[in-house]
């Protein structure tokens, strides 16, 4: 798309998020129009939408923002192509998809902003998205889904879980990619998750897993596995995995769960010979949120270029961790735990302007820390982190 276009669409995206409806509305009003053009697809989706609302907004925002920049947007298009096989979407399904994502934008823009040139703006984005989508799914040769067993479910704390799945046929990701999983007890409930060690022959995965509150899928994965449920997992996305120039150091920030895809990457990175300097900061709220400093401080003390700063929000852990004391106390290879907030301390440290910068965490963790790492002088080009959804 040339640039006149591409800010028509993002002018009108960001007018009609701002509308007091709302980007929810839009996709509210999308699948609406889709299902009563199409509606053998509502068996597709799970009775509940709000996640898929939700991922829908956060997908065509993230697209809109990168509608100028090819090279990171058409290989997240042909991703999505690929993971969207697991629905049963074909190529046939597409024009239907794309005209009802039309309808409801311009439904729900003002009057005086949808012009005629707006309109085939809009439709020269909708044909690269699933055009690029069409030929990402088609040209792949990797299955739909792949089906695993759980072989292993270890509870880590109330609310998390380290689960490990052994695959009918081995998958090839990239370190630091991310798949959606469906379980039996949540049908056409698809939740992202990120491998926390790179693939292997065996194709065995690990998945580390925080219950949300509120969520549908994730307290059934972390409260109710069970060793031998069938699980299907869908084509990886993301690009994490990719670094622009792997002779630039990096600077990797995790919370929570989100270590998982930055660990992988460790992890694959100790296998080679030599290595950019890694500086990984890891962070919860809780000490007792500090689950993987175990392994952690194992490839900080094993690998020289690799250093790792632990940060809290409070020293103390929570009422109901069965351990009063701190779960990993005098670990070698680690620096001194930090205590504050994470984006806050990182940044405290300088602008960072000679690293590749990875954030992985929270939609909210995420972009507080991004914004505090570019208010400290990090160029915002040189930091990156998967789609918010």
């Not at 690929?82 to 439904?107: C, M, Q």
């Not at 409930?189 to 998945?207: K, Q, T, V």
């Amino acid at each position: 798309m040339d640039s006149r276009a591409a800010a028509l669409v993002r002018t009108t995206f960001k007018a009609v998020a701002a509308e007091e409806a709302g980007p929810e509305e839009v996709a509210g009003s999308f699948f609406a129009i889709l299902f009563s053009a199409q509606p053998q697809l509502r068996e597709f989706f799970p009775a509940s939408l709000d996640t898929q609302r939700e991922r829908l907004v956060s997908a065509l925002a993230h697209v809109v923002d990168r509608l100028e920049e090819p090279d990171e947007l058409l290989p997240f298009l042909a991703q999505l192509g690929r993971d969207h096989r697991k629905f049963g979407i074909a190529p046939e399904h597409y024009p239907a998809v794309g005209k009802s994502l039309i309808t409801a934008v311009r439904a729900h823009a003002r009057t005086e902003l949808w012009t005629e040139e707006v309109e085939h703006a809009w439709q020269e984005c909708i044909t690269l998205i699933t055009r690029t989508m069409i030929v990402g799914a088609q040209d792949c040769g990797t299955p739909a889904v792949w089906t695993g067993t759980v072989v292993e479910h270890h509870r880590v704390l109330d609310d998390l879980a380290v689960v490990r799945v052994r695959l009918d046929q081995p998958m090839r990701y990239a370190a630091g990619q991310y798949l959606s999983v469906q379980v039996p007890s949540r049908l056409r409930m698809w939740r992202y998750l990120s491998p926390a060690g790179p693939s292997n022959a065996e194709g065995e995965i690990e998945f580390h897993v925080r219950a949300r509150t509120g969520g549908w899928v994730s307290p059934a994965l972390v409260g109710h596995t069970a060793v031998g449920d069938q699980w299907l997992l869908s084509a990886p996305m993301g690009g994490l995995g990719i670094p622009r120039n792997t002779r630039r150091k990096l600077l990797m920030i995790g919370y929570g769960t989100g270590i998982a895809p930055l660990r992988a990457q460790l992890v694959a990175m100790a296998r080679r010979r030599s290595n950019p300097r890694v500086h990984l900061f890891v962070g919860g709220h809780h000490p007792c949120d500090l689950y993987d400093l175990v392994t952690l401080s194992e490839l900080a003390a094993a690998n020289k270029w690799l250093t790792v700063t632990p940060i809290v929000e409070s020293e103390e852990n929570p009422w109901w961790y069965f351990d009063s004391g701190d779960p990993t106390p005098d670990l070698p290879g680690l620096d001194p735990r930090r205590t504050g907030q994470i984006g806050a301390v990182v940044a405290g440290y300088g602008p960072w302007a000679d690293r590749d910068v990875q954030i992985s965490g929270s939609p909210s963790m995420v972009q507080t820390t991004k914004f505090r790492l570019m208010a400290a002088g990090t160029p915002a080009v040189n930091i990156r982190h998967d789609p918010l959804f």
